[in-house]
């Protein structure tokens, strides 16, 4: 069976870092772009970064430009977020998920993923 499962995250003070993990198992998800979404408490969930199955291309929204890295391993056919320099508005659950190379639209678009991981919560103090 398909999956992602996640690993990372946690409780840091302003400023710090965090790595998350998403592995992924039971398809070819190499072939699948992968992203991570986050969602705050009372807030709709967002688009945080996304990268193509080849590695070459890399987008994020504009709030983590600059302190966050996305990057996979194909051979490990997993899925990291390098998250520096964090901010208090960083909090939130963040979600890796994979998309089929067969869709097309906006990456920052959540329902065209077919995949997610169960989230891990990501809390920063100031």
């Known amino acids: 069976q398909a999956q992602l499962v996640q690993s990372g995250g946690g409780l840091v003070q302003a400023g710090g870092s965090l790595r998350l993990s998403c592995a992924a198992s039971?398809?070819?998800?190499?072939?699948?772009?992968m992203a991570w979404f986050r969602q705050a408490p009372g807030k709709e969930r967002e688009f945080v970064s996304t990268?193509?199955?080849?590695?070459?291309?890399?987008y994020y929204t504009d709030s983590v430009k600059g302190r966050f890295t996305i990057s996979r391993d194909n051979a490990k056919i997993t899925v990291y977020l390098q998250m520096n320099s964090l901010k208090p508005e960083d909090t939130a659950v963040y979600y890796c998920?994979?998309?089929?190379?067969?869709?097309?639209?906006?990456?920052?678009?959540?329902?065209?993923?077919?995949?997610w991981g169960q989230g891990t919560q990501v809390t920063v103090s100031s």
């Open positions: 998920a994979a998309r089929s190379p067969l869709i097309q639209g906006p990456f920052a678009d959540s329902t065209l993923y077919n995949y």
């Open positions: 039971g398809r070819t998800f190499n072939s699948y772009t």
């Open positions: 990268i193509t199955r080849s590695g070459g291309s890399t």
